[in-house]
T-cell receptor, first 115, second 112 residues
Framework: AQSVAQPEDQVNVAEGNPLTVKCTYSVSGNPYLFWYVQYPNRGLQFLLKYITGDNLVKGSYGFEAEFNKSQTSFHLKKPSALVSDSALYFCAVRDGSGSARQLTFGSGTQLTVLP | EAGVAQSPRYKIIEKRQSVAFWCNPISGHATLYWYQQILGQGPKLLIQFQNNGVVDDSQLPKDRFSAERLKGVDSTLKIQPAKLEDSAVYLC??????????FGSGTRLTVV
């Protein structure tokens, strides 16, 4: 079984400050990890993914995430937050060793960037 | 490339009525998924197709939900009869390699 935990329902940060949205995962095989963003009344937009290789992954809109195998974490980060980054963020995982390909999502973290 | 198309965008029905949602995945994507996203929660997989075959429907409430992908391209998800707790956004996604997923904009269902 695979699962994702996003321990914070809400994260508030001031514009221009760095932001971190936390994610931990559990999977029996090799983790494939993803971050998606969702704006109101919109579908999920892909931000970045980790499949293999460098633990620091860079994605869209200046976001990056660091894969930490020992801590089973994949936290989303951005050096300088923008008001337009305010949205709902989802972490997701799938077992890269298995034949099933479905993603399992966390419960989401609402990010609010204050001007 | 064109994205994943879903229709309708919004639907309001009364409980015990039936409803159907349609999804057209990205051309060439063999794998298609239907997810249910209840307000305040993350998306939950309902069913996964590989071409026109079902790979996983373990979380599909089969007494009221059904889905098909007859020609291995577009797909329909049906609810009959609907309950209040079925109010959610229904997301369709497709992938080709298993680590590139594209989601549609979703259908927001309100059951009253």
């Amino acid at each position: 079984a695979q699962s994702v935990a996003q321990p914070e329902d809400q994260v508030n940060v001031a514009e221009g400050n760095p932001l971190t949205v936390k994610c931990t995962y559990s999977v029996s095989g090799n983790p494939y990890l993803f971050w998606y963003v969702q704006y109101p009344n919109r579908g999920l937009q892909f931000l970045l993914k980790y499949i293999t290789g460098d633990n620091l992954v860079k994605g869209s809109y200046g976001f990056e995430a660091e894969f930490n195998k020992s801590q089973t974490s994949f936290h989303l980060k951005k050096p300088s937050a923008l008001v337009s980054d305010s949205a709902l963020y989802f972490c997701a995982v799938r077992d890269g060793s298995g034949s099933a390909r479905q993603l399992t999502f966390g419960s989401g973290t609402q990010l609010t960037v204050l001007p | 490339e064109a994205g994943v198309a879903q229709s309708p965008r919004y639907k309001i029905i009364e409980k015990r009525q039936s409803v159907a949602f349609w999804c057209n995945p990205i051309s060439g994507h063999a794998t298609l998924y239907w997810y249910q996203q209840i307000l305040g929660q993350g998306p939950k997989l309902l069913i996964q197709f590989q071409n026109n075959g079902v790979v996983d429907d373990s979380q599909l409430p089969k007494d009221r939900f059904s889905a098909e992908r007859l020609k291995g391209v577009d797909s329909t998800l049906k609810i009959q009869p609907a309950k209040l707790e079925d109010s959610a956004v229904y997301l369709c996604a497709s992938s080709s390699t298993g680590h590139g997923y594209t989601f549609g904009s979703g259908t927001r269902l309100t059951v009253v």
